[in-house]
């Protein structure tokens, strides 16, 4: 079965079950067109601003957003460290040597000859929930 980032930390820490569902046009660079941010990236910077973003009732306080944002960026520094770039496109060029279009049949069908869901977008992810795991612990969101 395949799992998104959020639904495997949800399997160990207490999250909103309806997250699963609103990530899922995050998937492939967004809506599986490879162009923007790796979506297990974003979804990573999700969990993160659950712990650490503004609530309603806070709306207007903007600490909320820079407190979330300073940290979100140590998962972008992950990706960085790891893959160069935060973008889906940029990580399957480093991956498969060339960057995928999911929405095209056969640019799909080479990416699932490639290991593209079996290989090396798991690892991605993997990776992500790692990343955002210790960047929750260390900043003491959760405490195990």
């Known amino acids: 079965m395949r799992k998104n ?3 495997a930390i949800q399997d160990v820490f207490n999250i909103d079950k309806l997250l699963v569902k609103a990530v899922s046009s995050l998937s492939g660079g967004l809506c599986l067109s490879g162009e923007g941010p ?3 990236y974003l979804a990573g910077l999700i969990i993160i601003s659950f712990y650490f973003g503004r609530d309603r009732d806070n709306f207007s306080r903007l600490g909320y ?3 979330s944002s300073k940290i979100g960026l140590e998962l972008n520094q ?3 460290d790891k893959y160069g770039s935060i973008y889906c ?3 399957q060029k480093k991956l498969f ?3 995928f279009n999911l929405l095209n049949n056969d640019d799909f069908s080479e990416f699932e000859r490639m290991g593209g869901h079996d290989i090396k977008c798991p690892e991605v992810v993997g990776n992500s ?3 955002a795991v210790e960047v929750l612990l260390r900043n003491k ?3 195990i």
């Open 78 to 80: 992950y990706f960085l």
């Open 89 to 91: 496109k940029d990580i």
């Open 38 to 40: 790796c979506g297990g």
């Open 5 to 7: 980032i959020i639904a």
């Open 129 to 131: 929930a790692v990343w």
């Open 65 to 67: 957003i820079v407190k």
């Open 141 to 143: 969101a959760i405490v």
């Open 97 to 99: 040597g060339r960057q």
